[in-house]
């Protein structure tokens, strides 16, 4: 009416004016009863004892209440809804009948506040109690307390609501575990029970009627105890299903009378609302309240899974409303249902959007103005100001303004921090609130500001998940006495004291236990475990007024008043947050757990607010430095990709302070090196560091590129009190007390754990504490032990396990003398005392233990079970007490951890709190480090040695890294080997090294990767000194005497020679790369001259054409069309690739270069001299830099001259050539056939010399500096230098007698040994005979000639031998031969014609009269034949005094080792590397046997349960035995496998079975095999093709079983199962141990999942197959076709057997149709015959389909069928071509598909390429999301990355 609306702005208005709180409350009575609507009763709640109660026809008489405390008081309004009413007369109905009842309904306060209402109304005493996972037996019936040194029974809650006639109200029935409530059974049926204090409980008619008859004495005598016939027991719980909890036990159910108690109808809360808030309006009112009813009744749908919305909330928010009535409604109800944090917000948007309310409303910021004490001085209340919208408002809040001028805290102020901060004191206003946001925040900064504006002391409450409802209440304690005690909990105290609890992690702890405090959020009331009772400061007041009682009073019965100013606020993190663990998410799916809070989500701050918050914390920091990082980290949080999103959480604010103080106090730090630490890039799965490494690129942040920066030398000094690593410098500890705790271990120093500590040095320095991840063996413990001496710093050591809990970590409980002492962990005594605490093994203990730390690192404070707290210096100065332990300044946390994922399987201590510690990626020590480390270890063991172990754990260690191998190889390892071998010197590598890998010795596939690896890198593992295979010599005949040569004239003709200066062109700048060199060592599984091999890079238009060296084992390789120079060395891991493309841009044409090139020494070691023979251009080229020099030793006109005259020459046939035997000096010598000029260059000293000599010259062969023989048409001449020339080259020319123009091919410029050359001329020389007078030649008539008395002497003779003919070995005609005369040797490469040879090279030596010929091999090991046209390519150069080095026309580089004295030589070492001979008989021998012959083979019996059976010969399936069909045994006639762990014999012992058992064992498996093909309809055909498939994956398909059974193994964990009556004793029990109460132990076992939780589903693959024609199509040129079947073949087999867990299905596409169904998830395939079919029908279809392409709709179907069906993950993988330019489809396209759906994991796999398309494809597509896999032994290292991606 109108008159009632214009009395409320009358009263409105006169309450503005009126500050009287009295007549506040006067006025607001009289306008809610003047609102009081028809169908809502008033009720008078105080009532006496003898008034009768009535609702509608019911009635009750009130009975006075001994207790008037225990009486509920003030849950009564005046106003009561109709529905309440009605369940108000189902009660007293059930009360009337003596019924016990059952309210169940959905979470909230309304059936806890019926029950209370009801006793309220009817003056009943109440009884208690809120059940959790950790109630008990004694927590209902009687405990034992110790009092006096003597155990007595004290009574609990149902005893005493049992005997003094109360109601016993039981909350949280579904919270306890089976079997605890079955105890109240007969006392609900019967009123019966047995107590365990002798006394039995009767009920009251049997007890009154024994009186009558025995008298009390008697019933006293029996310990009989009376039951009150006004007892009543109200249960309340929540249905199951479908809320989580156990279900009712059904003789407990039945002994019940339930009532459904749902949400008050629409017009009754509207009604209640409309009361609660008169000053909205209306219309807002009821839209609000159908908003929320829509969702509530959406929740019952599973459709929307949707959760049940708190409709009690309401009344809060109408609240805030009512005193702020411009708050956004958007707001407001994300407070009371997070929508947002639950991936609801579209339904809420839709539900406000249907009645009209506002879902999207201007940006107006809410911020608090000023907080100012109330008008009455209200100590406890402070009046906030709000501005809004232009608007002022105010809030009367909790609050002590006394206490809120404290000093800056150093809150860095925000907008959108201060809007939160407002929105929380609005919550505040009205109740508790828990405030949600993702790891390191800033949610606690945000919480202690908050507490310092409105002047709380903050009380810390860290939770962890198995938290027990004690250690949240109150905890048992005892006495100095002995005695048994409570203690109260910080929360508890808070409450006492008017404190802000702050509850840390409300997501960690159990719902189970989080429940027990729902009374204190909802009602402000709470009963603890000793029965104290705590009341909100009204009710207390009217219990105390009602009962007649003073404080102390109320104190000695154990009631106490909750201070006014008590709040409670949560933290929590959202669900997607991956750091709180799979267990802890289950929370935001529990209406329970919403219903408890309002909510508030705090969001990452903006560029532009975390930029201020930064440089605001840190000093020294500027805009322009920091801008990159927020740049690249804000375009991580926003991405809509699941992994960049994981990446984010890494890059906390927490964390980016850290960034910033590292960088402004460091300036070595760059901005790549400090994101790729604090995200562990180093332990990151492939496909996330692909994502990170693009969105680094993306933003320009950039690796350090100087290399002088990496390989700068770090050094460690101490001096004085100074610590100096590198360029960091800390003062060192000064003297203290703990010189023993100072960690002294042995410590071999190297570069990379230089680095790492002086890069923990740093953050030391900044005080951060610090985190080491890694695996295992790489030196963690030994760095931080060092470092720790380094810095005279004593340590405390803690160790965590599996069985670590909260309580172990911090105090080590114990019963001394009849008492609980309780005895600091190492932890405290750190704390205490200013020690350093190493933390180990971190991530064995649970993340729920760990994460206590947290509050410990970031508030410095922490409780501690026997009460004592950890308190910072600050607070201590505040709130000292004895039971403060101040925590010493120096105190630092240094935690250890191995590295996250597979195949640690550990908890990931990382994601979990990884961000409050400075983390430090150790892993194992680079080649150098390592090998420099190792040489400490093992100072007598040879370099080489140590280099191949380095180089093959090096290898196997980044196979781990690939997922190719499971085992990380570790340092450690490699460190045990060499002390072995140090002490064991006469072992070899070859077998020590087997006790690293004896471990995989029952695992053959792994071991034939690990003995792969080990022989590549040379290390003989296998091989015994016989396993020697050296070419086989063929015997020469004797040396022949063939000629004599002399000088023709002792007159000498004059050379004209002319000096100039070399000028040059350049350097010039030339495209480069470098590649890896994956080098295999040929001496790993047997010795001969093969030394090793390596590919070279080749494309198919590559052409090799030469081959050059140089000293210091340089090799190059020149490449044409196009030209490429490929530079290397024997020892090195990888090649430069250098592109002379722009030197030489037409390669196939008439002016296509011929290059010879050889290696320069000296101060040009290194470099590279290239000849172009066609040009006669000369090039200085440095490999390393890509700079190459033209050398012009020739006029501007003479060089256009020869260029026009290029091509007649080459048409002529007048090449240029270079002679190169004297390199050694860097001088080579220019000639072009026909010419009479030859030019002579210095390419050290920059001279050229040319000499013009009387004759045309043919070719040139130098014997030394002086004497060099040129042969013209006819004759050859002794061109030589006088001694008087004083210029390096020949300046004479004389004539030679006896020999002719075109003899000497090639020759030598050193003599033989001494040795060597008599064994060659067969003869004993004199000692005095020098050695250069001798020189090895090649002729074409003769294989190798030795000329004895050169270098010419004027009077002296020269006698030419020779042996052998090219007519007798044709296939080294034409081939350029290496003369290698320290050996005596002539090598030629062999190109044999006849196709049955192969190609190699072959060795004659004179020495030793032989001819040998080596065969060479290719990459996998196999002799190479002429049988492709690239194998008619063989180049050969001289590596050293006795190897040459060849490569063919394929590209692969090799290096044989053929000097006889060489080869002997290696071999010794060879032989000692390995080892002492193994066939050696030993005095004692001694082999396990299963001491077990074999019989008859056969199938063995069926055993009907399938119990595993190891050894015997009885059983079908058995493992270990023999006879019967099995795994891992003897003698039985085929496998078959029964689903046990195998148990396997011995190689040696499997061999031992006699032949004639393995012959009838064959012969039955070939039966066997016949049957079963028979039975899956398989032909032997078929069978052959299958196994042609299969035999090709085999080792794939083991790899991918491995991965899939680690995916598994993860979850098998069990857990600790509590209250259990044996095991083992559980800490958290010792005080009801010393009470005699019997369940105190606990054991491990498989927890049953709770009723109502989420099942455990599996994981949805469902692989999408490219069956095109272009599959088809293009199988011949690359095998894609075959590839995808072997692909689908290896899934098939690898997913068999994991049906439970994964979800398998199979489908295609083609120009047909985009989805064909191959493989079914429901129908997987069961046989090899099915299998076969499957891929039958992919090549049929693929032949025979329509062409086209469906990838798009393929994939886009894909995706849209996987997440039909619930699962754990979906996985959506397309295996297809790379050709998509053929079938015009956008790879943006495809981009946008494979990031469609954030909760499918998508991936592509491309298996087929026309040239590099898959590579250009992969690079357009995201990070991480696709992979070439053009090898299907790829495949399995693919799903490795695969599945560890979505593990993050």
């Not at 039995?200 to 024994?210: G, I, T, V």
């Not at 609050?399 to 901060?421: A, D, K, R």
């Not at 997607?576 to 219903?595: A, C, D, I, L, R």
């Not at 059974?1605 to 199962?1617: D, F």
Request: charged share 20%; net charge neutral.
């Amino acid at each position: 009416p109108v008159e009632y609306r214009t009395l409320c702005r009358v009263m409105r208005t006169i309450m503005s004016r009126i500050s009287s709180d009295k007549a506040s409350r006067r006025l607001e009575q009289m306008r809610r009863v003047l609102r009081t609507p028809m169908n809502i009763r008033t009720i008078k709640s105080s009532s006496s004892p003898g008034d009768v109660l009535s609702i509608g026809d019911q009635s009750i008489t009130i009975r006075p209440a001994k207790c008037q405390e225990l009486v509920p008081r003030l849950y009564v309004t005046d106003l009561l809804p109709q529905s309440t009413l009605r369940h108000l007369k189902w009660i007293m109905q059930k009360d009337l009948l003596g019924q016990d009842m059952f309210l169940i309904g959905p979470p909230g306060p309304l059936k806890r506040h019926l029950a209370l209402q009801y006793c309220e109304l009817t003056q009943k005493e109440v009884e208690y109690i809120a059940l959790s996972r950790d109630t008990t037996e004694a927590d209902l019936k009687q405990r034992r307390e110790i009092l006096n040194g003597t155990a007595h029974y004290i009574d609990q809650c149902a005893v005493r609501a049992a005997t003094d006639g109360r109601v016993l109200i039981i909350e949280g029935i579904e919270k306890a575990e089976r079997n605890v409530l079955p105890v109240l059974n007969n006392l609900l049926e019967n009123r019966e029970m047995a107590l365990e204090d002798g006394r039995f409980l009767m009920s009251a008619s049997r007890y009154d009627k024994l009186l009558t008859e025995h008298g009390q004495r008697a019933l006293d005598d029996w310990k009989l105890t009376r039951v009150s016939s006004q007892f009543r027991v109200i249960a309340l719980g929540l249905p199951v299903p479908p809320y989580h909890g156990n279900p009712l036990d059904p003789p407990l159910r039945s002994r019940f009378q339930s009532r459904n108690v749902a949400q008050l109808p629409f017009h009754e809360q509207l009604e209640f609302l409309k009361c609660s808030a008169l000053n909205v309006p209306d219309k807002l009112l009821s839209a609000m309240l159908s908003v929320c009813s829509t969702l509530q009744t959406l929740s019952g749908t599973a459709h929307y899974g949707l959760m049940d919305f708190p409709m009690h909330h309401l009344e809060n928010l109408v609240k805030i409303l009512d005193v702020l009535p411009s708050a956004d409604i958007i707001n407001l109800l994300n407070t009371a249902f997070p929508a947002s944090l639950l991936d609801k917000n579209e339904m809420l948007f839709d539900a406000m959007k249907r009645f009209q309310l506002p879902t999207k409303e201007k940006e107006a910021v809410i911020s608090v103005q000023s907080v100012a004490p109330t008008v009455m001085q209200n100590p406890d209340l402070v009046c906030v100001t709000l501005e809004h919208k232009g608007e002022q408002y105010n809030l009367t809040v909790p609050g002590s303004y006394q206490q809120s001028i404290n000093n800056y805290s150093g809150f860095v102020s925000t907008p959108q921090n201060e809007q939160l901060i407002a929105e929380m004191i609005q919550s505040h206003f009205v109740g508790d609130f828990c405030v949600v946001g993702e790891k390191g925040i800033g949610k606690t900064v945000l919480i202690n500001e908050f507490a310092r504006r409105l002047g709380y002391e903050v009380e810390p409450v860290m939770l962890y998940w198995d938290m027990t409802a004690r250690d949240v209440c109150q905890q048992r304690v005892t006495l100095p006495s002995g005695d048994t005690s409570w203690r109260l909990t910080p929360l508890v105290d808070a409450a006492l004291n008017g404190r802000l609890a702050v509850l840390d992690g409300v997501n960690r702890l159990d719902m189970g236990t989080l429940a027990v405090l729902q009374r204190l959020i909802h009602d402000r009331e709470t009963v603890l475990f000793d029965g104290t009772k705590l009341l909100s400061a009204d009710r207390y007041n009217e219990a105390k007024k009602l009962a007649g009682l003073n404080d102390d009073q109320m104190a000695e019965r154990s009631m106490f008043r909750i201070n006014g100013k008590f709040r409670i606020i949560g933290t929590a993190e959202p669900q997607s947050s991956k750091s709180s663990g799979q267990q802890y998410t289950n929370h935001w799916s529990n209406p329970e757990f919403v219903s408890m809070f309002l909510f508030h989500h705090m969001k990452s701050l903006g560029v532009a607010e975390e930029e201020q918050v930064l440089l605001n914390k840190v000093s020294g920091l500027t805009p322009e430095g920091i801008k990159p990082l927020l740049h690249f980290v804000h375009g991580l949080r926003h991405s809509s990709t699941p992994m960049v999103q994981s990446l984010a959480s890494s890059l906390s604010t927490r964390q980016l302070l850290r960034i910033a103080r590292r960088m402004v106090n460091s300036q070595e730090d760059n901005l790549y090196q400090a994101i790729t630490k604090a995200c562990l890039f180093r332990f990151l799965p492939q496909t996330v560091k692909a994502t990170l490494l693009q969105s680094l690129r993306d933003s320009g942040i950039k690796p350090i590129t100087d290399l002088s920066v990496n390989e700068k030398e770090t050094t460690c000094q101490v001096n004085g009190d100074t610590l100096r690593i590198g360029n960091t410098v800390a003062r060192l500890k000064s003297e203290h007390n703990f010189e023993a705790l100072v960690p002294d271990v042995l410590f071999y120093e190297n570069q990379q754990h230089l680095r790492i500590m002086e890069d923990m040095l740093k953050d030391y320095v900044l005080g951060e504490h610090l985190l080491l991840v890694g695996n295992q063996g790489v030196g963690k413990n030994k760095i931080v032990d060092r470092f720790l001496h380094l810095m005279n710093l004593p340590r405390e050591y803690l160790q965590l396990h599996r069985d670590t809990t909260v309580q172990t970590l911090t105090l080590q409980p114990s019963v001394k003398d009849g008492q609980i002492v309780y005895q600091d962990s190492p932890l405290v005594r750190a704390v205490k005392s200013g020690m350093v605490l190493v933390v180990d093994e971190a991530d064995k203990a649970p993340t729920h233990v760990t994460c206590i730390l947290k509050n410990l690192v970031e508030n410095s404070e922490i409780t501690l079970a026997d009460g004592r707290r950890i308190v910072s210096y600050q607070s201590a100065m505040n709130h000292r007490s004895d039971s403060t332990i101040i925590r010493h300044p120096d105190f630092r946390m240094i935690v250890l951890a191995n590295r996250p994922g597979f195949p640690f399987l550990g908890n990931d201590f990382f994601a979990s709190i990884g961000d409050m510690f400075s983390c430090h990626a150790i892993d194992n020590p680079d080649l150098k480090s390592e090998m420099a480390m190792l040489k400490q270890y093992g100072p007598s063991i040879s370099e080489d040695i140590l280099k191949k172990l380095v180089a093959a754990f090096a290898e196997l260690r980044q196979m781990s890294d690939d997922g190719t191998i499971a085992y990380p190889y570790s340092t450690r390892e490699v460190v045990n080997v060499v002390k072995h071998l140090e002490r064991f010197p006469s072992e070899g590598v070859a077998s020590v090294v087997r006790n690293v890998f004896d471990f995989d010795s029952y695992h053959s596939e792994l071991l034939e990767v690990v003995m792969k690896i080990l022989h590549k890198h040379g290390i003989p593992v296998g091989a015994s000194h016989s396993s020697v295979h050296l070419a086989k010599e063929q015997q020469l005949d004797p040396l022949q005497l063939t000629a004599e040569w002399s000088i023709g004239s002792r007159i000498p003709d004059p050379i004209r020679v002319t000096r100039a200066q070399i000028k040059a062109k350049g350097p010039y700048r030339m495209k480069s790369t470098v590649c890896p060199l994956d080098r295999i060592e040929d001496r790993g599984k047997y010795f001969s001259e093969m030394k090793s091999r390596w590919q070279i890079p080749m494309h198919e238009t590559y052409q090799v054409e030469n081959i050059a060296t140089g000293p210091g084992g340089h090799i190059h390789v020149s490449v044409g069309n196009p030209v490429l120079v490929y530079s290397m060395t024997t020892t090195t891991d990888s090649m430069h690739c250098v592109d002379l493309s722009d030197l030489f841009p037409y390669p196939t044409s008439i002016f296509s270069p011929k290059l010879n090139m050889i290696g320069l020494s000296d101060e040009l070691e290194g470099q590279l001299l290239l000849h172009d023979a066609n040009s006669n251009t000369l090039f200085l080229l440095d490999p390393h830099t890509a700079n190459i020099t033209e050398i012009v030793t020739q006029s501007l006109f003479k060089s256009i001259a020869n260029k026009l005259t290029r091509r007649s020459d080459q048409e002529s046939g007048r090449p240029f050539h270079m002679c190169v035997e004297l390199v050694r000096n860097n001088f080579v010598v220019l000639y072009q056939q026909g010419s009479s000029e030859l030019l002579g260059i210095d390419i050290g000293s920059g001279i050229v010399h040319k000499m013009d000599i009387s004759f045309p010259i043919k070719s040139l062969n130098i014997l030394s500096h002086d004497q060099w023989i040129a042969s013209g048409l006819t004759n050859s001449y002794l061109l030589q230098k006088s001694s008087s020339a004083g210029i390096p080259v020949p300046d004479s020319l004389v004539p030679l007698k006896g020999i002719g123009a075109n003899e000497v091919s090639a020759a030598s410029v050193d003599g033989l040994k001494f040795e060597d050359l008599g064994d060659a001329l067969q003869q004993t020389l004199d000692e005095n005979t020098p050695i250069s007078y001798s020189r090895l030649f090649t002729m074409p008539s003769s294989l190798a000639t030795l000329a004895i008395g050169l270098p010419f002497e004027p009077n002296g003779t020269v006698k030419v031998f020779s042996v052998g003919s090219h007519s007798n070995h044709a296939s080294v005609t034409g081939s350029k031969p290496i003369i290698l005369p320290v050996e005596s040797q002539v090598v030629y490469p062999t190109l044999p014609a006849n196709v049955r040879k192969q190609i190699g090279v072959t060795v004659i030596d004179l020495a030793r009269h032989s001819l040998k010929e080596i065969k060479l091999k290719n990459l996998n090991g196999q002799y190479i034949g002429p049988y492709y046209k690239k194998n008619s390519v063989l180049h050969a150069a001289k590596l050293g005094d006795d190897c040459v080095v060849v490569v063919d026309g394929h590209g692969q580089v090799q290096v044989l080792e053929t000097g006889h004295f060489a080869l002997h030589e290696s071999l010794k070492k060879w032989k000692k590397i390995v080892g002492d001979d193994s066939s050696k008989a030993l005095q004692m021998t001694y082999q396990r046997d299963s001491l077990k012959d074999v019989s008859q083979p056969k199938h063995g019996k069926v055993d009907p349960s399938n119990d595993p059976h190891v050894g015997g010969n009885t059983w079908a399936g058995g493992t270990g035995g023999r006879d019967t069909a099995g795994l891992g045994g003897k003698g039985g006639p085929y496998r078959l496998d029964a689903g046990h762990d195998v148990h396997q014999l011995s190689d040696a012992e499997k061999e031992a079975v006699p032949n004639e058992v393995k012959q009838a064992a064959r012969e039955m498996n070939r039966k066997a095999f016949k049957a079963k093909l028979k039975e899956i309809q398989m032909s032997e055909h078929d069978a052959k093709l299958y196994q042609q498939f299969s035999s090709k994956v085999s080792k794939q398909i083991n790899t991918i079983q491995l991965i899939l059974n680690n995916v598994q193994s993860k979850g098998l964990e069990r857990q600790w199962i509590k209250h259990q009556t044996s095991g083992d004793l559980d800490d958290s029990k010792l005080i009801e141990g010393l009470t005699g109460e019997r369940a105190i132990f606990k054991r491990r076992g498989e927890k049953q999942p709770e009723f109502g939780s989420p099942q455990l589903l599996p994981k949805c693959f469902r692989l999408v197959v490219d069956v095109s024609g272009s599959m088809y199509r293009f199988n011949g040129l690359d095998g894609r076709l075959e590839r995808t079947m072997e692909a689908t073949l290896m899934i098939m087999e690898g997913f068999n057997n994991h049906h439970n867990k994964f979800k398998l299905d199979i489908v295609g596409h083609s120009g047909d149709s985009e989805e064909i169904q191959f493989v079914a998830s429901n129908a997987p395939p069961a046989n090899d015959k099915e299998r076969l079919d499957v891929l039958k029908t992919m090549h049929a279809h693929s032949q025979y389909c329509w062409p086209g392409d469906n990838t798009l709709a393929a994939t886009k179907a894909a995706i849209k069928e996987v997440v039909k069906e619930p699962a754990d993950e979906y996985f959506v993988v397309v295996l297809s071509d790379a050709n998509f330019s053929r079938y015009n489809i956008n790879p943006d396209d495809f981009a946008k598909l494979l990031n469609s759906d954030p909760q499918v994991n998508t991936f592509a796999i491309f298996i087929g390429s026309l040239g590099d398309q898959a590579e250009r494809l992969k690079q357009r597509l995201p990070a991480g999301r696709a992979f070439i896999c053009m090898n299907a032994a790829d495949l399995p290292q693919i799903l490795q990355q695969i599945f560890t991606s979505s593990l993050l």
